[in-house]
């Protein structure tokens, strides 16, 4: 094994992994001949499986070998198993919590599974131990950065791209920065830069997306176009076509539209036995401005936000996989709507622990808005408070952002894409506000940057709750709270006008898509 080793530390991996196969073919269960052998195959680029074969092995015959789970962990992650490779790295802090690159590849893969907290907590460690670390400061900025503290996020900057100057990350939270500063020059230079660099398909996407709106900001349109386009195909290459059985696929918009009729028929009982009283929910399509009322919202001293979370889950489970299905839950007893509706609520107190049961709680999620049947049947005293854009300016923001790529967000890799989406989603929520008009307060974006005041002293009386001087100051609740939508950072100034429109600057490109869209134009008073 002492030569087996030497001769991978000088990089020969092929006759390393001949030296282990000798020993493994005297004793097969020798770990540290697999351990050893794994990361040769490893090494070698194309042998990810038989890797992670040989390292699990290795790992079961010596289960407390810090180092071991750490190379697992960096196998697993390359083979596309995050949450094997989190665990991994979580195994190998337990065992050797003085391993800064151990807690910082925890802290990528909590991040890549949205975990942003044990993220955050694992980059910290990595710094604690190795306070140059460049890859976990660039991460601690990146999280920094979302979370709107910015200052924060400026220091470890000055760690990560002074240890590393072209970390990937790093330069990306940076530009992020000037943009947010109104820098847009030096953003898209930053981001031209580092494309010239060799990137992960992942941060190909993001850096290609920000230097197209970079070039938004910068009037040059055509450029900001391109951009859109290459970052979508980046994206769609990596992550290939959408699937289709997700809560919020085409498929279900389908089986909502057929059984609507249905759904809408039976009222079911007016009151929640669990509560006294049913939930609001916000609802729309993504880039409405959901996310600004949201912040709204959340200034009123009696009203709590809960932020784009599946509290519907159990149902769809249940009973949204097929119109046959759909039909039973349309003709369900009370009992039964009332066990969904305790579904609900327990799903709401793991979300929002804090939840207060003396103010109104609204339900946040735009992509709901397939699912109004069904909710107007689960809860049919809930209110319905139902976001409007400019359709064009919807449609053109979907593709121009950078989502986080789940089922329903990979219906954005094209315009015509989006525009199929979002026909399927906002026909069913034409329908609703022509089924339950007392019920849905329509609200449009642009009314609320016109003359905020005015539009939100109709949503408080819709929602029956006094007029309070604080959701005009919305951005300053939303420096407070974390957001998970692209408008993060949007939301944390005051209203701005500049989105409105903006469809104008790409027409030559929308041509092909506008007249699917035209009918809910000329529906939502846009013509």
């Not at 962990?73 to 065992?95: K, P, S």
């Not at 059984?259 to 609802?283: R, S």
Request: hydrophobic letters at 40%.
């Amino acid at each position: 094994m002492l030569e087996a080793t030497e001769r991978y530390g000088r990089e020969d991996f092929t006759a390393a992994a001949s030296l282990c196969e000798q020993v493994l073919d005297l004793s097969p269960e020798f770990p540290d001949a697999l351990h050893l052998l794994g990361l040769c195959r490893w090494k070698s680029g194309n042998l990810l499986d038989d890797a992670q074969r040989l390292l699990t092995r290795a790992q079961e015959l010596k289960p407390d070998d810090a180092q071991l789970w750490h190379n697992l962990g960096i196998v697993r992650e390359q083979n596309g198993d995050i949450r094997g490779a989190r665990a991994a790295f979580q195994r190998a802090v337990e065992l050797n919590p003085r391993n800064a690159e151990s807690h910082y590849n925890l802290g990528v893969t909590s991040a890549a599974l949205n975990d942003m907290d044990d993220a955050e907590a694992a980059y910290r460690q990595a710094l604690a131990l190795n306070n140059r670390h460049a890859g976990a400061a660039a991460g601690l900025a990146a999280i920094s950065e979302t979370r709107n503290r910015l200052e924060e996020a400026g220091r470890w900057l000055a760690i990560a791209l002074n240890e590393d100057p072209q970390d990937a990350v790093g330069n990306l939270t940076q530009a992020q920065l000037d943009f947010r500063a109104g820098r847009f020059v030096q953003a898209a230079a930053r981001l031209e830069n580092q494309l010239e660099r060799p990137l992960s398909a992942v941060n190909r996407s993001l850096t290609l997306g920000r230097l197209g709106m970079a070039y938004d900001r910068l009037g040059q349109f055509e450029r900001a176009f391109n951009a859109f386009m290459q970052a979508k195909r980046v994206l769609h290459t990596l992550l290939g076509e959408t699937p289709d059985d997700s809560p919020y696929g085409l498929a279900m918009a389908a089986r909502m539209q057929s059984q609507f009729a249905v759904l809408i028929k039976n009222t079911g009982a007016q009151a929640d036995e669990m509560t006294g009283i049913a939930p609001v929910f916000l609802v729309g399509f993504p880039r409405s401005g959901t996310t600004l009322l949201d912040q709204i919202l959340s200034s009123h001293s009696r009203i709590m936000v809960l932020e784009e979370q599946e509290t519907l889950r159990d149902v769809l489970n249940d009973y949204a996989i097929s119109d046959s299905r759909l039909t039973e839950f349309a003709h369900c007893g009370d009992s039964a709507l009332q066990q969904y509706r305790e579904h609900y609520w327990t799903r709401v107190a793991g979300f929002m622990p804090e939840r207060s049961r003396d103010k109104l709680f609204i339900d946040k999620l735009p992509l709901n808005t397939m699912l109004l049947p069904l909710i107007c049947r689960l809860f049919p005293a809930a209110r319905i408070i139902f976001a409007v854009r400019d359709p064009r300016d919807v449609v053109l923001s979907c593709f121009m952002q950078s989502f986080e790529p789940n089922a329903a967000m990979r219906n954005f890799f094209t315009l015509e894409s989006t525009v199929r989406y979002y026909t399927a989603v906002m026909d069913i929520g034409r329908q609703a506000l022509s089924a339950f008009p007392g019920r849905i307060h329509r609200l449009r974006y642009e009314d609320m940057v016109e003359d905020a005041t005015a539009a939100a002293g109709r949503l408080l009386a819709f929602l029956g709750v006094d007029w309070e001087p604080a959701v005009l100051e919305f951005h300053k609740t939303a420096q407070q709270r974390r957001i998970n939508t692209p408008s993060y950072h949007q939301v944390t100034q005051p209203i701005y006008k500049s989105a409105r429109q903006r469809w104008r600057n790409y027409v030559q490109h929308l041509q092909p898509v506008l007249p699917q869209l035209q009918s809910f134009v000329e529906y939502f008073d846009y013509s």
